[in-house]
């Protein structure tokens, strides 16, 4: 098993182009790692990453994240998971998902294909907090979920929270607040989304579904009369 504690992950300020920090795979279907108390972070330096992962978790690899702080520039997947499975999913814990700044937003989480379990987790300022597609299997629980989305009106792929592919994202007990006014909190565009107990408030535009289907009765949006008179 492979443990990282109390550690600071960044890039050299004099390198240039997509970088991945931490990259975890071929190490058999139910390996098990940690990453916990750590920094990971691309934005380091005067010289911009561009479209990076920071960190790469591949196919079949079971790892968690606890109290981690991961920080990055436009264009970056901050954690890119392709991998977990239902007996080990790959956990995120009570970690931080940041932008270098207000005009270099990073994607937070993007799950492209396994199981992900993100729970107790702060996502501030970021185009795409969380990005699900493929085949793959999200749970999000007790977090919260701070100006997401780009500024720039994407309503077709854009959002705080996007869902695609045919994936499953199941949303509970979050905040979701302040999205960008250009783009959907939530948007749907071919996954199976349940979102029960949230917290959608201060949102412009709050949920669209294009296709798949999103449940998203028994929510906060601001207002008892719900999300269309909030």
């Known amino acids: 098993n492979t443990v990282i504690k109390n ?12 970088k991945t920090l931490i990259a975890y795979g ?14 990971i972070d691309t934005s380091s330096g005067s ?30 997947d901050l954690l890119l998971i392709a991998g977990g499975n239902i007996t ?33 987790s702060t996502f501030t300022n970021l185009d795409r907090a969380i990005q699900t597609t493929g085949s793959s299997n999200t749970t999000v629980q007790t977090s919260t979920i701070t100006g997401g989305g780009n500024p720039t009106q994407d309503l077709v792929s854009g959002g705080a929270i996007v869902a695609g592919g045919t994936s499953t ?6 905040t979701i607040s302040n999205s960008a006014a250009a783009n959907y909190a939530l948007n749907v565009a071919g996954a199976n989304v349940t979102a029960r107990f949230n917290t959608i408030t201060g949102n412009t535009l709050n949920v669209q579904q294009q296709t798949g289907t999103a449940n998203v009765s028994l ?12």
């Not at 561009?50 to 264009?75: L, R, Y």
């Not at 994202?169 to 979050?174: D, E, K, V, Y």
């Not at 949006?221 to 719900?226: E, K, N, Q, S």
């Open 219 to 230: 929510n906060w949006w601001g207002l008892a009369a719900g999300p269309a008179a909030s």
């Open 88 to 120: 080990v999913p790959i956990a995120v814990n009570s970690c931080t998902f940041v932008a270098e700044s207000a005009s270099a937003q990073p994607y937070g989480i993007t799950v492209s294909s396994g199981f992900a379990a993100i729970t107790n």
């Open 169 to 174: 994202l199941i949303l509970t007990n979050n």
């Open 7 to 18: 550690s600071s992950v960044a890039r050299s300020s004099s390198t240039t182009g997509a």
């Open 26 to 39: 071929s190490t058999g279907v139910n390996a098990v790692a940690s990453v916990t108390n750590t920094t």
């Open 47 to 76: 010289i911009d990453d561009t479209a990076g992962a920071n960190v790469n978790v591949g196919a079949g690899q079971g790892i968690t994240f606890t109290g981690c702080t991961f920080k990055g520039d436009a264009g970056d």
